[in-house]
């Protein structure tokens, strides 16, 4: 099915049943507020204090407006955003040379969003055929191997949405499959990427946190498309744990365990880093609400990034309970 990647038609549809939401319409007048419009007034807890902010409309890249063009033709039926949506991809929008392999990924990945949101407007027909070949071009040269861990785990959701995108059964289930070890070799029983503890250059904070929201988008898309790796877990262990873990250092940026002195994250380091990076929580809180999760958003919603979108709105209140596994079959 091919509709929002990381969402589908009932997250629209509720989407309009609680206009009184402070959160839901916020994030709704996010679509059309001009840059610089006020959304929200929110208390941040800082350390002891507690601050009143403002959380404003920004002015977006275009792959960032691009986004929001396809949401707004999602969501509001506004056939010119999503006709700006679809010219944004005929220019070639994620495609462009980057020397940062990270970077041409996420572009990538923001692409095929922006495609799955806008494939059934009618401008796109003229030239999806096209632009499905240059993609798959695109998509084999950010999967040759790669060197860095995070690099790595976005190889991972990228195997996983393109496989969506082009209909590629193998490319799927090899994805899938990746993030499954992940799960069973790389997330700690605390939470923390094993990876991180190794890292020596001070980043292991953006680290944890990209890896995360690697490993959360991979997992949404999978989900709709059938695969529920919210609920893969081994030993106990699953990517709620990892969630939770980066979750909490948002309050409590001084306990970061893996930094000292200079290279610890402050706590505008940490507010700036989800900002821009943190949608996947509004993922995570629909999902499995982990601990803290719902207070952050408190804090920052509506939280929109270019890795996952305008997440506020399209994850907004929380999944339907999954059914738990009977024991042997008795109950």
């Given at each position: 099915?091919h509709?929002?990647?990381f969402?589908d038609a009932?997250?629209?549809?509720?989407?309009?049943q609680d206009p009184?939401?402070?959160q839901?319409s916020?994030?709704l007048g996010?679509?059309?507020?001009?840059?610089?419009?006020?959304?929200r007034?929110v208390t941040?807890?800082q350390?002891?204090e507690e601050?009143s902010?403002?959380?404003?409309?920004?002015?977006l890249?275009?792959?960032?407006?691009?986004l929001?063009d396809?949401?707004?033709?999602?969501f509001?039926?506004?056939a010119?955003?999503?006709?700006r949506?679809?010219e944004?991809?005929r220019n070639?929008?994620?495609f462009?040379e980057?020397d940062d392999?990270?970077?041409?990924i996420?572009?990538?990945?923001?692409?095929?969003?922006?495609?799955?949101?806008a494939?059934?407007h009618?401008?796109?027909?003229?030239?999806q055929?096209e632009w499905?070949?240059?993609?798959?071009?695109?998509?084999?040269?950010?999967l040759q191997?790669q060197?860095g861990?995070?690099?790595?785990?976005?190889?991972?959701?990228?195997?996983i949405?393109?496989?969506?995108?082009?209909e590629?059964?193998?490319?799927?289930?090899?994805?899938?499959a990746?993030f499954k070890?992940m799960?069973?070799?790389?997330?700690?029983a605390?939470?923390?990427?094993k990876f991180?503890?190794?890292?020596?250059?001070?980043?292991?904070?953006m680290?944890q946190l990209?890896g995360?929201a690697?490993?959360?988008?991979?997992a949404?898309?999978?989900t709709?498309?059938?695969e529920r790796?919210?609920?893969?877990?081994?030993?106990?262990?699953?990517?709620t744990t990892?969630?939770?873990?980066?979750?909490?250092?948002?309050?409590f940026?001084?306990?970061?365990?893996?930094?000292?002195?200079?290279?610890?994250?402050?706590?505008?380091d940490?507010?700036?880093?989800?900002?821009?990076?943190g949608?996947?929580?509004?993922?995570?809180?629909y999902?499995?609400q982990?601990?803290?999760?719902?207070?952050?958003?408190d804090?920052?919603a509506p939280i929109?990034?270019?890795?996952?979108?305008?997440?506020s709105?399209?994850h907004?209140?929380?999944a339907?309970?999954?059914p738990?596994?009977?024991?042997?079959?008795l109950?």
């Amino acid at each position: 099915m091919h509709y929002g990647l990381f969402f589908d038609a009932e997250a629209v549809a509720k989407s309009h049943q609680d206009p009184a939401d402070e959160q839901l319409s916020a994030a709704l007048g996010y679509l059309t507020a001009q840059p610089g419009t006020i959304l929200r007034e929110v208390t941040v807890h800082q350390t002891d204090e507690e601050l009143s902010q403002q959380i404003t409309r920004p002015e977006l890249t275009p792959i960032g407006q691009a986004l929001v063009d396809a949401t707004a033709y999602r969501f509001l039926e506004d056939a010119q955003a999503g006709a700006r949506a679809v010219e944004a991809l005929r220019n070639g929008l994620g495609f462009a040379e980057q020397d940062d392999p990270l970077l041409a990924i996420w572009a990538l990945v923001s692409a095929s969003q922006i495609a799955e949101m806008a494939r059934e407007h009618p401008d796109f027909a003229d030239f999806q055929d096209e632009w499905l070949a240059a993609y798959r071009g695109e998509l084999m040269d950010l999967l040759q191997p790669q060197t860095g861990h995070v690099v790595h785990i976005w190889q991972m959701t990228l195997r996983i949405v393109a496989g969506i995108v082009l209909e590629d059964e193998t490319l799927f289930n090899e994805g899938v499959a990746q993030f499954k070890r992940m799960i069973d070799e790389e997330v700690h029983a605390e939470g923390y990427l094993k990876f991180i503890a190794k890292n020596k250059d001070g980043n292991s904070f953006m680290y944890q946190l990209l890896g995360v929201a690697a490993l959360s988008l991979a997992a949404e898309a999978a989900t709709h498309a059938g695969e529920r790796l919210w609920q893969y877990e081994q030993r106990g262990v699953s990517l709620t744990t990892a969630v939770a873990y980066i979750v909490y250092y948002y309050f409590f940026p001084d306990k970061w365990r893996w930094e000292e002195g200079d290279k610890l994250p402050t706590a505008e380091d940490v507010r700036q880093a989800f900002a821009q990076y943190g949608a996947f929580v509004a993922i995570a809180e629909y999902r499995k609400q982990p601990r803290f999760a719902s207070d952050l958003l408190d804090e920052m919603a509506p939280i929109f990034s270019e890795l996952g979108g305008l997440t506020s709105l399209t994850h907004h209140g929380h999944a339907a309970a999954e059914p738990k596994k009977k024991f042997l079959g008795l109950f």
